[in-house]
């Protein structure tokens, strides 16, 4: 699936070309058109790829990072965030409809789900077909179906809800109930793809039975169907192929994505005629290290655009002592690639130039440092006496970066098309699921010993023992607490905030940029006015409540 191409517009001329002495004759003898296209194997094939197409539009960009990952307990505004995009993760009164990255994303989703209804439609009619070949045609457009308006769903509430085909121009559209919207379409859908699709794809990429289980996993966790997003999220740990691997670190190796934790990944390619603008996630949790005299930018350390900053509740988060996840999933020293000059000592390329750490050093020590010593005295990291020498400093250009989503496989230091897949679904999310919704059954041990994989792989060497959980320490606190350890800039905060009611309270609570200005309607966003302006019905397609 690394070559998965959205152009499907296909038009055959043929022109009869004769001599000096002819009349140029065009004869058309095929005008191809979804009717003709896609009533052959091969043409519903195609279609079937463009259903793919949107997974683009979301995974790896910014517009879903700013609506999945800010705005939370663990993530806001970095330098870049503050000076381009700081309404979302604010919640401000800027933060309307008019906003171009709910645009973005909602116009895209229904664009995919469209596309596969007309795939989900034309199916049983496509001669030629095997039956085999038309189930897993019609289960994997169903899988993406119900992902796309389960994203809808949950970013927006109440939306238009379609399973038919949209053919020419529709003026009207019409509020359905996300209850609704989930009875009729997600679920019944991941419950086909379940049924009909294989356990392993002929192509990596496409979607699988495994992958379905997992996403019903998340659905009923979302709808407090906890017995069910138990036996789904189980049945993924135990009925495949599926290991967590050994070291949570070598997750973000990006020679190895296609590896055995990847329930699902969407892909990406180091070949530019098919990677598109290719998978940014690189560039959105880096902080400028350049501002650092002995390091100019290069590969490795890539492009930082600088969005997202680790927030005071995240930073404290990990025990570095016994937890690999802090070293896994955060680049905190940087080395020279130029001699320069730090507190009065040389530098020299291969020497440190810069070290985060998350607790406080005496101001002297930091000072008489050959490297940029950077600390953490708990004070707001958004705070504007932070000092340069601590996390949030320089205006919030210091903090530990994110290093899941390095690419130093881009074409050039500047290059912002990454060819990282990005990972969707992995097996570690599973176990965090299936402990969850047992602990909402009262079934402790049990909910204990599924969080306990998970930390046993976390453990550093050594200290597995002490990593280990009892019934006892089981709470919603502490779920979300691990939830943020092993999924930290995954898109998950978001909505697990929502879907435990804890939005509001945590955001308040950690959150001292958004704290001032979060209510009750943002557990919505509002829906694009674009949308608003093109309906002829706007008295039944009304914005959302607030905005």
Not at 48 to 67: H, I, N, Q, S, W
Not at 73 to 83: A, E, K, L, R, S
Not at 246 to 268: F, P, R, T
Not at 394 to 417: C, E, H, M, W
Request: some cysteine.
């Amino acid at each position: 699936m690394k070559n998965i191409n959205s152009i499907f517009c296909l038009t055959l001329l043929l022109v009869g070309l004769f001599s000096c002495q002819s009349v140029l004759e065009e004869t058309p003898v095929g005008l191809a058109t979804a009717d003709s296209y896609y009533s052959t194997p091969g043409g519903l094939e195609d279609g079937l790829k463009a259903v793919y197409t949107p997974l683009r539009r979301f995974y790896g960009r910014e517009e879903a990072f700013f609506l999945t990952v800010p705005g939370t307990d663990m993530f806001t505004n970095g330098f870049g965030g503050v000076t381009n995009y700081p309404d979302i993760n604010n919640y401000s009164a800027n933060f309307l409809g008019s906003n171009a990255f709910v645009t973005v994303i909602w116009d895209n989703f229904y664009v995919g789900i469209n596309q596969a209804n007309a795939v989900i439609n034309r199916a049983p009619g496509v001669a030629g077909l095997t039956e085999a070949n038309r189930t897993r045609i019609i289960g994997e457009a169903r899988f993406l179906r119900a992902l796309y308006y389960f994203h809808l769903v949950q970013q927006f509430g109440d939306v238009h809800f379609s399973l038919e085909e949209t053919i020419g121009v529709q003026t009207t559209a019409k509020k359905t109930p996300v209850k609704t919207i989930y009875e009729q379409g997600i679920v019944p859908d991941l419950q086909y793809a379940i049924e009909h699709l294989p356990a392993k794809a002929a192509a990596y990429g496409r979607i699988t039975k495994p992958a379905s289980e997992a996403l019903l996993a998340r659905v009923q966790l979302t709808l407090g169907n906890w017995a069910e997003a138990e036996r789904l999220a189980s049945q993924v740990t135990k009925g495949y192929d599926f290991q967590l691997l050994k070291s949570y670190a070598s997750l973000w190796d990006i020679n190895n994505d296609a590896n055995a934790e990847v329930v699902w990944s969407v892909q990406y390619t180091a070949d530019p005629l098919t990677n598109g603008a290719g998978n940014e996630s690189h560039l959105f949790f880096l902080f400028d290290y350049t501002q650092n005299p002995t390091i100019i930018r290069d590969l490795p350390n890539g492009r930082a655009y600088q969005r997202f900053m680790p927030t005071n509740y995240l930073i404290k988060l990990f025990d570095p002592a016994k937890d690999s996840r802090w070293e896994g999933s955060f680049k905190t020293v940087w080395f020279a690639n130029n001699k320069g000059t730090i507190n009065g000592k040389t530098v020299m390329p291969g020497d440190t130039a810069i070290k985060i750490v998350p607790y406080s050093v005496p101001d002297a020590v930091q000072n008489q440092a050959p490297y940029w010593y950077i600390d953490f005295k708990d004070t707001w990291v958004g705070a504007s006496t932070i000092t340069n020498n601590e996390i949030g400093g320089g205006q919030r250009r210091r903090f530990p970066v994110i290093k899941k989503y390095i690419d130093p496989l881009r074409t050039s230091v500047n290059a912002t098309d990454g060819r990282r897949d990005f990972i969707v679904i992995r097996l570690a999310e599973m176990y965090l699921i299936a402990g969850e919704a047992a602990w909402r059954q009262n079934k402790l041990t049990e909910a204990a010993a599924y969080f306990n994989v998970v930390r046993t792989r976390a453990a550093l060497a050594g200290k597995e023992k002490e990593m280990q959980i009892t019934a006892s320490d089981l709470s919603l606190d502490f779920i979300l607490d691990e939830r943020g350890r092993e999924l930290a800039g995954e898109m998950h905060r978001w909505y697990d905030l929502k879907r435990t009611g804890q939005l509001l309270a945590r955001v308040k609570k950690y959150n001292l940029d958004a704290a001032p200005n979060i209510k009750e309607m943002h557990l919505v966003r509002p829906i694009p006015q674009t949308q608003i302006d093109r309906v002829t019905n706007p008295g039944e397609f009304t914005q959302n409540p607030g905005y």
